[in-house]
């Protein structure tokens, strides 16, 4: 009890009070408390045993330069892990897309466009091949048609093709043609995110329309248009013959943008077989995917069969015969189908299939989801 306790109750204080020393002290100790409270930002802790026995808790008191510190601090670690989930949301839209594209590269616009230029001569309008067996003859120029790969406003790739005969068994108004697979792998090198590649169909009377790529393999591919186009279908009873190599041949090839028909002469690789070389300097992709005719000065020559690919190193060209190529289109079960609704078709061995351009996202969405894809576009 303190002195003036005691007095009220009547007693009598012994002890005289706290003494000078002992009030000297207890002020002394005050002011540390204070000062220790306004200098420290996390505030005093009360280590000594002093402190401890004292009982009470000691509060931090904080300055306004402190307090703002702190409160922009927050903010910013606030900001910082803001900016992380935004970054980690993006990286994850962009891992899904990839996934739905399959890693396709963005659109690239090329700083040297693809160019037609002119090759070998001028098919004239009167050329025709000759089929002995069947006493058959057909003009070459409604026969042969070309084929762009467009990437909006920008050519990336040319080639020529032949209409195949019309499907009766079917009954669908539809044109198919027949050309190299080089069309499908640069449709495929160059497909990208916006998957807005288109194949376009000139005609021998100058008339384009679309095509879409389906089926193919190694060596040849099958563009359909709808409707009936103005061309006359390929006879594909020809009666095969072998190429001699005292035979010259000519492959023919239409343009795109002038639709002109070109030649270019050559003769075949004694080296390798279902190869032929150029009589001239001349190479060109254009005749890929067009006819490769016999050259007979005292006759009509016959249908060969088909310029398939260019060996840059050696100019060599590569061509699939007449015969070889009707078995193919039999295996790809476009002539002859074994069945009627394409639902039920399913790709034979060693065939693939294009994704139609806008359908990519779709496709891989589906697979994502574990659903059973559609039957390959086969028209």
């Known amino acids: 009890m303190t002195a003036k306790t005691l007095k009220k109750r009547g007693a009598i204080d012994c002890t005289r009070g706290l003494s000078r020393e002992q009030r ?21 802790k009360s280590s000594s045993d002093d402190m401890k026995g004292s009982g009470t808790s000691i509060k931090p008191k904080l300055s306004h330069t402190e307090k703002c510190i702190r409160r922009l601090a927050k903010q910013m670690l606030k900001h910082d892990m803001s900016h992380r989930r935004r970054v980690d949301a993006v990286k994850k839209r962009c891992a899904a897309r990839a996934a739905q594209f399959g890693m396709l590269p963005e659109r690239v616009v090329s700083k040297t466009s693809f160019e037609e230029k002119p090759f070998g001569h001028l098919v004239q309008p009167g050329m025709k091949f000759y089929d002995a067996s069947a006493n058959h003859m057909q003009y070459v120029s409604s ?89 006359v279908p390929l006879d594909l009873d020809y009666k095969s013959v072998p190429v001699s190599s005292d035979d010259h041949v000519i492959a023919v090839g239409r343009a795109f943008s002038s639709y002109s028909l070109w030649a270019l002469d050559g003769v075949p690789c004694t080296e390798c077989s279902k190869t032929w070389v150029s009589s001239t300097s001349d190479t060109t992709k254009a005749v890929l995917g067009g006819p490769l005719i016999q050259n007979k000065v005292e006759s009509k020559g016959r249908l060969l069969g088909m310029t398939l690919d260019l060996n840059h190193d050696d100019k060599r ?6 015969g070889s190529l009707k078995e193919r289109l039999e295996h790809f079960q476009i002539l002859n189908p074994k069945v009627i609704d394409f639902h039920n078709y399913s790709l034979p061995k060693g065939v693939s299939r294009i994704i139609p351009s806008g359908f990519m996202l779709v496709i891989n969405q589906l697979k994502a989801l574990g659903y059973p894809l559609p039957p390959p576009l086969v028209l």
Do not use: H, W
């Open 24 to 44: 000297a002290i207890s002020r002394s100790f005050k002011k540390l408390q204070s000062s220790l409270t306004s200098s420290c930002s996390d505030g005093p």
């Open 143 to 231: 026969t042969v048609v070309s084929l762009a790969l467009f990437d909006e406003d920008e050519m990336l790739f040319a080639c020529s093709g032949i209409p195949l005969p019309f499907d009766t068994a079917t009954k669908l108004d539809l044109t198919r043609i027949v050309t190299s697979a080089c069309l499908v792998r640069k449709f495929n090198l160059k497909r990208n995110r916006d998957d807005k590649l288109r194949v376009e169909v000139r005609l021998p009377n100058g008339k384009s329309t679309l095509g879409f790529l389906g089926l193919y393999d190694d060596d040849i591919a099958i563009v359909t248009s709808l409707d009936f186009l103005e061309v």
């Open 317 to 322: 060209y590569t061509f699939l015969p007449l």
